[in-house]
């Protein structure tokens, strides 16, 4: 793939900021490595500097011994060996008083941009530039859909639906047959669905009856599960995406209870839960059909607020979403004023989860999760066609 230095260029100037300095050593800088087309199995024993100006030309400075690795990018090539070479060189491009982007978050608010190291910082501020954050400028270039990746994530999407809703099917059947089931099984159920599919996943899901459900990365395994048995709560989280290689990952998460009726405490949970998504959901959609500037940390506030005045904050133990792009924790946005705190503007063509939970250790926990897409145009959907609206009660 050939770099687009025009694209990146008119993103550059959009955020009205002088320059991107794109800064990498010894492959420390995924972000970089990737925007830059360079293999992570490239020989990177040294670092390098890649400059691209608001205008003009881009500028790349590189090792003497290393300068095949940037040989596929445009740009005026500075070589340089000694220490004081390298320092001449960034003379040249790092005016006194420009503002220029690097991957670093202030205060390491955002540990997903902090890829360059406090003494590169240091070192760059030292030429008199002023740095921000490249965050919305990675979000610009690297986690925007195409419509192909949006119309390929469709069907994947609606599927995970249907093999949840098919996955508590599979537990009534089995629990109406008098055969003992387990939560390994229903995993391996969900596995054989997307195998039938031709979907792929990096993990297998997470289903997990009881405390297990309280606890958010939990999974079972052949040697780890529990059984699931009359009136337990069954938590069901499962992501998934087409075999595409630019393919784009689908994420949500359903409970259930084994039972024809459902106890009031897990109802009430629900509930508090669902209201927090679909307040999270509204706000975006809000912002968008105002034309709002909207914010990542403003949507976990959000939902948040919803659990708070319930008086469950301290159990909603997690950010309430995450960039969704060809990586399932994607380089946009997260919806995290808990964890960190993302400012992280939100623009169209992006997606990402709500997923706000509850989890009280030792009894169980609930958390809803579907996925947001936002259109070109502003529409904001939540993919799939359906979000879990009440607490399926599996035998009934």
């Not at 939970?357 to 996925?371: N, Q, S």
């Not at 947001?372 to 979000?387: A, C, L, M, Q, S």
Request: proline letters at 4%; glycine letters at 6%.
């Amino acid at each position: 793939m050939i770099l687009d230095i025009f694209k990146i260029q008119e993103i550059i100037r959009q955020k009205q900021i002088d320059g991107w300095l794109l800064f990498d050593f010894k492959g420390s800088n995924e972000l970089a490595l990737e925007i830059l087309n360079i293999p992570c199995s490239s020989l990177l024993t040294r670092g390098f500097y890649y400059y691209i100006p608001a205008r003009g030309n881009a500028v790349k400075i590189v090792s003497a011994i290393e300068a095949d690795n940037l040989a596929h990018l445009p740009g005026e090539e500075l070589k340089y060996s000694s220490h004081e070479s390298l320092k001449n060189h960034l003379r040249r491009i790092l005016t006194k008083g420009h503002t220029v982007a690097m991957e670093y978050s202030p205060f390491g608010a955002i540990p997903y941009l902090s890829k360059v190291d406090a003494g590169t910082i240091e070192f760059i501020k030292a030429f008199g530039a002023d740095i921000i954050c490249s965050g919305d400028l990675i979000t610009l270039f690297n986690a925007l859909w195409s419509k192909e990746q949006f119309e390929d994530n469709e069907p994947v999407a609606k599927a995970l639906v249907t093999i949840v809703k098919s996955a508590f099917k599979f537990i009534k059947d089995e629990i109406n047959s008098g055969r003992a089931v387990n939560e390994y099984d229903v995993q391996c159920f969900i596995m054989n669905e997307f195998e039938k599919r031709g979907c792929i996943t990096d993990h297998p899901p997470i289903v997990g009856a009881n405390e297990n459900a309280a606890n958010p990365h939990y999974t079972p395994s052949p040697s780890k599960y529990k059984s699931i048995n009359l009136n337990d709560f069954v938590l069901i989280d499962l992501w998934a995406k087409s075999k595409r290689a630019d393919a784009v990952w689908a994420d949500i998460t359903w409970c259930g209870y084994v039972g024809k009726t459902i106890p009031e405490k897990y109802t009430v949970i629900f509930d508090i839960v669902k209201e927090a998504r679909d307040t999270a959901l509204k706000l975006v959609t809000d912002s968008f059909n105002s034309g709002k500037k909207l914010l990542a940390y403003e949507v976990d506030d959000a939902a948040r607020g919803v659990i708070v005045k319930a008086r469950y904050g301290e159990y909603f133990i997690h950010r309430t979403g995450h960039s969704i792009t060809t990586e399932l924790h994607g380089s946009g946005p997260h919806l995290d004023n808990f964890e960190t705190r993302d400012e992280r503007q939100i623009f169209p063509n992006t997606s990402f989860s709500i997923e706000p939970g509850i989890y009280l250790t030792g009894d169980f926990g609930v958390r809803l999760e579907i996925d947001v897409f936002i259109h070109p145009d502003g529409r904001v959907i939540y993919t799939g066609g359906e979000k879990q609206e009440e607490l399926i009660a599996i035998l009934a």
